[in-house]
C-alpha cells in the first residue's frame, strides 16, 4: 500500500515537472499568464467597481483561468507525449519508414529511408541509447543531434535534425572515399576529403587507393553524432628498389612489371602486409639469373641483388681456379712462367718471382693432391661494371726431395690462398693473391 501511495506521488511530481517546463519553455503560455496578470491589476485599480466586492469577481476569473490554462497545458503534454511514444516504438522496432515521418531537417534536403538506416542501426547497436534519449526529449534536451520541436503553425510535434559533416583524413592522395558503398569522392593533395550533411549513426567507410599494381583498402566502422575528423591511413608504403643490377627488370608477384630497377622509385602503393613479393632477374654473360623474392613489409626501400654462386657461374669459377693453381705447380715443376695460366701478366710475374726467387734452387718435385673451393667462405659480386669475386681456396700438395730418381724425403702441407678474381673477356682470370707463399718448401733439404 506504501509502495502505491509512493508511485502515485511521483507520477504526479513528474507530471507537474512536465507542466511546469511546457510553461517555462512556451512563450505563449507566458504571454497569456502576463496578460492576465495585468488584467487582475486592473481589477483592482478600477475605482467605478466600488459598489462590488472585488474578490467576488476576481477569485472567480482566477479559478476560470487556471482550469482554461490547465486543460492547454494538459492537452500539450499529451500530445507531446504520444509523439515522444511513437519516436520510442519506431527506434524499438527498427522502423526506418516510421523515424522518417517523424523527423525533420532545416536544410532543402529530402531524406530517404536509406539515409535513416545509419540512425536506426546506431540505436540497434545499443538499445539502451533510446532510454537516454526519450528521458532527453522529456526534459528539452538535444541529444545525439535530436531536438523535440513543435509545428507553431498546426501545433503538431516532430523532431529537428541536424546533420552532420565529416572529414576524411588519409596518409594518400586520390584515395577513393566510400560511405555504406557509395563513392563520395577522392581525396585531395593533403590526403583530405569533406563528406557533408550525414545522417547521425553508424557507418561503414572505406579508403581505397588504387593503383597499376593492385589496390590498397581499409574499412573502418564509425559512430557519427556531430562533425566529425576522421583519419584513416592505409597501411601501405611506396617501394624503392636498390640493386647492383641496375638493368634488371622488376618482377611484381611473379609478373614481369616491365620497370627496370633504376627506375623503380616510389612505386606504389603497396600493402604491407607481406602479400606482395618483388624479384628482379637479369641478363648476365651466363644467361637470365634471379634474385630470390622479396616481401613487401613495413621498410620502403629494399634491397635486390642476384646470388652470384649460380652452378652456371660456379663452372666456370672452378675451372679458372683449378686451372691457374695446378699451372702454378706445373711452373714450379717445369722453372717456365709460360705455363702459368688464367691470370693476369703482373700476377704471373709476382708469383713466378717468389718461386724462383725461394725454391727454384731446391730443384724438387710439387705435386697438388687437393684443391678445396670454400664456396661458402667466398664472395662473388657484380659492381655495376665488373664481375668479381674473392675466392678461398684451400691446397693440399706434396713436396718431394729425389737424388738419381730415389725419393729420400717427402713432406705434406696444406693452405689456404685468397684468390680475386675479375670476369674478363668470357672468362675468370686471377688478378691477385693476397701474401703468396708455400709452406715447408725451404724446409726440404
Not at 495585468?38 to 459598489?51: A, D
Not at 482566477?62 to 490554462?69: E, H, P, R, T, Y
Not at 563513392?183 to 576529403?193: A, F, M, P, R
Not at 613487401?296 to 686451372?323: F, M, Q, W
Request: glycine content about 4%; overall charge neutral; hydrophobic content about 35%.
Amino acid at each position: 500500500m506504501l509502495n502505491s501511495f509512493k508511485n502515485l506521488f511521483e507520477s504526479i511530481s513528474k507530471e507537474k515537472e512536465k507542466c511546469l517546463s511546457y510553461i517555462n519553455n512556451n512563450q505563449k503560455i507566458k504571454n497569456i499568464i502576463e496578460k492576465f496578470k495585468s488584467f487582475i491589476i486592473s481589477i483592482k485599480n478600477n475605482k467605478y467597481i466600488k459598489f462590488l466586492n472585488k474578490k467576488v469577481i476576481i477569485v472567480p476569473v482566477i479559478m476560470m483561468f487556471v482550469f482554461f490554462l490547465g486543460s492547454i497545458v494538459a492537452d500539450v503534454t499529451h500530445k507531446e507525449d504520444v509523439f515522444i511514444k511513437k519516436v520510442e516504438r519506431a527506434l524499438e522496432k527498427g522502423s526506418t519508414t516510421s523515424m522518417l515521418n517523424l523527423i525533420k531537417v532545416e536544410k532543402d534536403i529530402q531524406l530517404t529511408k536509406n539515409d535513416i538506416k545509419p540512425l536506426i542501426e546506431f540505436y540497434k547497436e545499443d538499445t539502451s541509447r533510446i532510454k537516454v534519449l526519450i528521458e532527453s526529449l522529456r526534459k528539452g534536451r538535444t541529444m545525439n543531434s535530436l531536438t523535440l520541436c513543435k509545428n507553431n503553425k498546426n501545433s503538431n510535434y516532430y523532431l529537428n535534425l541536424e546533420l552532420n559533416d565529416i572529414e576524411i583524413i588519409s596518409n594518400f592522395q586520390g584515395s577513393s572515399v566510400y560511405i555504406n558503398g557509395l563513392n563520395k569522392g577522392q581525396t585531395d593533395e593533403d590526403g583530405k576529403l569533406k563528406v557533408k550533411d550525414l545522417v547521425p549513426g553508424v557507418y561503414d567507410i572505406e579508403v581505397e587507393k588504387k593503383s597499376d599494381y593492385g589496390s590498397v583498402k581499409k574499412n573502418m566502422n564509425v559512430v557519427l553524432v556531430d562533425n566529425s575528423n576522421i583519419n584513416i591511413p592505409l597501411d601501405a608504403n611506396f617501394i624503392t628498389i636498390n640493386s647492383n643490377f641496375q638493368d634488371g627488370l622488376v618482377y611484381i608477384n611473379g609478373k614481369n612489371s616491365n620497370i627496370k630497377v633504376k627506375d623503380f622509385i616510389n612505386i606504389g602503393p603497396f600493402n604491407k602486409d607481406e602479400t606482395t613479393t618483388l624479384m628482379i632477374k637479369a641478363q648476365t654473360p651466363w644467361g637470365i639469373l634471379s634474385s630470390s623474392e622479396c616481401a613487401i613489409g613495413e621498410h620502403p626501400t629494399i634491397e635486390l641483388n642476384i646470388d652470384l654462386k649460380d652452378s652456371k657461374v660456379l663452372d666456370g669459377v672452378n675451372d679458372a681456379i683449378n686451372r691457374f693453381y695446378f699451372s702454378v705447380f706445373k711452373a714450379l715443376n717445369s722453372e717456365d712462367k709460360d705455363d702459368i695460366v688464367n691470370a693476369r701478366d703482373e700476377v704471373k710475374n709476382d708469383v713466378y718471382a717468389i718461386l724462383n726467387r725461394r725454391y727454384f734452387w731446391l730443384k724438387n718435385s710439387y705435386e697438388v693432391t687437393d684443391l678445396d673451393i670454400k664456396i661458402k667462405n667466398s664472395e662473388i659480386d657484380y659492381n655495376g661494371d665488373d664481375y668479381i669475386g674473392n675466392i678461398v681456396v684451400t691446397i693440399s700438395y706434396k713436396i718431394k726431395k729425389q737424388i738419381f730418381g730415389i725419393n729420400i724425403k717427402s713432406e705434406e702441407y696444406k693452405e689456404n690462398f685468397f684468390t680475386q678474381i675479375k670476369y674478363e673477356n668470357d672468362q675468370w682470370i686471377v688478378c691477385d693473391i693476397n701474401n703468396f707463399s708455400l709452406e715447408g718448401l725451404d724446409n726440404i733439404q
